[in-house]
């Protein structure tokens, strides 16, 4: 059982390109969570995922969409891709949104944009 | 918007206790977590509190009182595989998470 998974692990990005960071968990969870780590700022949330065919928008929702076609994906797609946007980017899920749920984290994904 | 404060930096001797303190300011609360994290790796849960009080697991211990708005992370007998970064995450009234921006322990021989 891997958990989550991210991919790719690290991209190095021209501005302006476009970029999908992909996102996958096999727990069966049903709320779905992007987040970007920077130094001296903590985790901050992109967007998240409640359940499979909704979406919605955290802290620092702008340049940055998301889908959520099925229970295992969530993909976050960066469509021009500025230098502000390098970042380590973490994708998390849980259970469900409410109650004791707990995040569980995947392994990250480093990107540069030049 | 959220506003969480931890310290950015403690230094400790291996066996020893380090506390860390949490301060938070949200709209609305529905528990706090603590989450370790190595360098370059995953955030990875530790403990959750939603009632007052100690909740203790092991070597680690967390405590809340949301009538202050305060938590801290207690961890005992230290081992240098607890350097890392501890982040303090407070979930608020729409069931969001907000992290402060961690507090990076190291374990000295």
């Known amino acids: 059982i891997a958990g989550i998974t991210q991919a790719p692990t690290s991209q190095i990005l021209a501005a302006g390109r476009r970029m999908t960071l992909r996102c996958t968990q096999d727990?069966?969870?049903?709320?779905m969570y992007w987040y970007r780590q920077d130094l001296g700022l903590g985790l901050r949330l992109i967007h998240y995922s409640n359940t499979a065919g909704t979406t919605g928008k955290g802290e620092v929702p702008d340049g940055y969409s998301v889908s959520r076609a099925n229970t295992d994906d969530f993909p976050l797609t960066l469509a021009s891709a500025v230098p502000s946007q390098t970042s380590v980017y973490f994708c998390a899920s849980s259970e469900a949104s409410g109650g004791t749920d707990t995040q569980y984290f995947g392994p990250g994904t480093r990107l540069t944009v030049l | 918007g959220q506003n969480i404060d931890q310290p950015t930096e403690m230094t400790a001797t291996e066996g020893a206790i380090v506390q860390i303190n949490c301060t938070y300011q949200?709209?609305?609360?529905?528990?706090l977590f603590w989450y370790q994290q190595h360098a370059g790796e995953a955030p990875t849960f530790l403990s959750y509190n939603v009632l007052d009080g100690l909740e203790e697991k092991g070597r680690f211990s967390s405590f809340l009182s949301r009538s202050k708005g305060y938590s801290y992370l207690l961890l005992k007998e230290l081992q240098m595989k607890d350097s890392a970064s501890y982040l303090c995450?407070?979930?608020?009234?729409?069931?969001?998470?907000?992290f402060g921006a961690g507090t990076t322990v190291t374990v000295r021989a």
């Open positions: 995450a407070v979930r608020d009234g729409d069931y969001k998470l907000s």
């Open positions: 949200t709209s609305g609360f529905n528990g």
């Open positions: 727990m069966r969870h049903n709320a």
